[in-house]
């Protein structure tokens, strides 16, 4: 989840032109040193503002946002931040010190940390889509809305062919897409299929809400039974024979467990980057 936000922070800062730097360390042995590595990049960059995302867990009941600053140029960062998130529906939980937190103590910048909601909620989880949560918290940092997420290829056909075959949706004649563009019939074909799938009117038209749920499926999120629901359930449903119903429940997770076995891997049944890889195109 934190990465499905916070690569769209990061795609919509950059759709408004701000240089964006990613903190994120390629590898690290502790958690101390993975702090360390961000607090590093973020200085030795010398960037303007540092914002960090988390999600909270804590009891099953606790819920809402919440961002962290420590100086009083990061607490005016974090106000709007957080009112954007509240417009969602989350119950505001504030703005506390940070004063705790390693990356706003070892940052040069004014620097927040935003906890977007409780992952461990059904409240906050039946509420949450990482696109509208990126768009609050861009809209907090500039004051400015961006567009959807979606692909920033010149060939707006070849990023939703490659985004179909990915996806492992064929053409009429059972075969994938060619990524160059051309036979914009098959690929027209392709995508009311995928709309059908996910439960929207299949227009054959890659509009915002169809980019939107493509980015879902493809930022693979966790899934488990009994918090989830919704377009991405319902293509994982259709993917492993399950009823398509948009709710990962018992009977759900049951044919979650039979692919995994069939798969050779955890038969949990949670869908995690293992059942992922399985289920999209390499």
Known sequence: MTKAVGT???????SLGHQVVDCTPSRAWSVSNSLQQRCNTANNNRVDQFISIHFNAFNGKAKGAEVFA??????????PVLDNIVELGYFNRGIKDGSHLYVLRNTAMPAILVECCFCDNQEDMDRYDAEAVANAIVKGLTGQTASPTIPLSQNPIVDLQKALNRLKIRSPKGTPLKEDGSNEADTKAALKTFQAIVGVTPTGTADAKTWQIINQILAMPVLRENHATGFVVKYLQRRIGATPDGIYGSGTAGAVKR???QQGITADGIIGAQSWSKILAD
């Open 8 to 14: 769209r922070v990061i795609s919509k800062l950059k």
């Open 70 to 79: 420590i100086s009083n140029t990061g607490k005016d960062m974090a106000k």
């Open 259 to 261: 692919f995994q076995q």
